[in-house]
Every structure is written in C-alpha cells, then in structure tokens.
C-alpha cells in the first residue's frame, strides 16, 4: 500500500476487536482452483485520502471516485492474495460489490491500523 497509495500500516488490531466504526467496502468473490470472497473495508475518512493519492488530485475527490479507489483496491489485494495462495491458479473476479457498513468480520479477518484510520481485509471460502 506504501508505494501506490502512500501509507503504511502502523499496527493491528485482533479481529475480536474490532471498534464499531463505518467503512467503505469492496467484496470481490472470486472462482477457479478456490472459490469464495474476498472483502476489503477502509475508515470512510482514509478511504478518501487513499483515493486522492492513488489520482494524483491536489484536493479531495468525490465520493464517486472513492468508490471507484476502493472498489479497484478490492481487485487488486485479491488478486495478491489469491496468487500468494495457489501461484499456478487461474481465477476469474467478478466486479466488485461496495457497500458502506459499520466495521465487522467476514470470514478470516485481520484488521490493520493506518495513519488516520483502518483498513480490514477478509476471506471467505465456499
């Protein structure tokens, strides 16, 4: 995350304790050698910055292209992931879903403290 959006994890926190915070988030399920979904929630206030970092803008963008940010971010960590876990495995992602909710485990979680938020990635197998 350092290189492509300028921040970095500071600490984590265990998935039991997660604080009831709202968060955008991306759910990408994904289907080949494993099959299940993968979610990625942000803080609502670092997902913007996130998204003006990774456009280069000088000020805030709108929440249309926050979206769009967090939905890629989604594809992106998954398709990490999934090419941690089977190097050989050819996956098909389907298109993102975003949603906004209040911050809670789905699946395998763990939840990471950034500068001015969190970021929680989770995965679900079928």
């Keep these: 995350m350092s290189t492509m959006f300028f921040t970095g994890i500071c600490d984590e926190i265990p998935s039991h304790e997660l604080p009831p915070e709202r968060v955008l988030t991306s759910i990408v399920h994904f289907h080949g050698p494993l099959s299940g979904a993968f979610k990625i929630a942000v803080s609502e206030r670092p997902a913007a910055t996130l ?37 050989a495995g050819l996956f098909t992602l389907d298109t993102p879903q975003l949603d906004a909710e209040v911050l809670a485990p789905f699946g395998l979680t763990r939840c990471f403290v950034l500068t001015n938020g969190l970021v929680a990635v989770s995965l679900k197998f079928e």
Aim: proline share 3%; net charge negative.
């Design 51 to 87: 998204a003006t970092d990774f456009y280069g803008a000088e000020s805030e963008v709108d929440r249309e292209a926050v979206d769009s940010v967090i939905g890629e971010l989604g594809n992106i960590v998954c398709g990490a992931v999934l090419s941690h876990l089977d190097p």
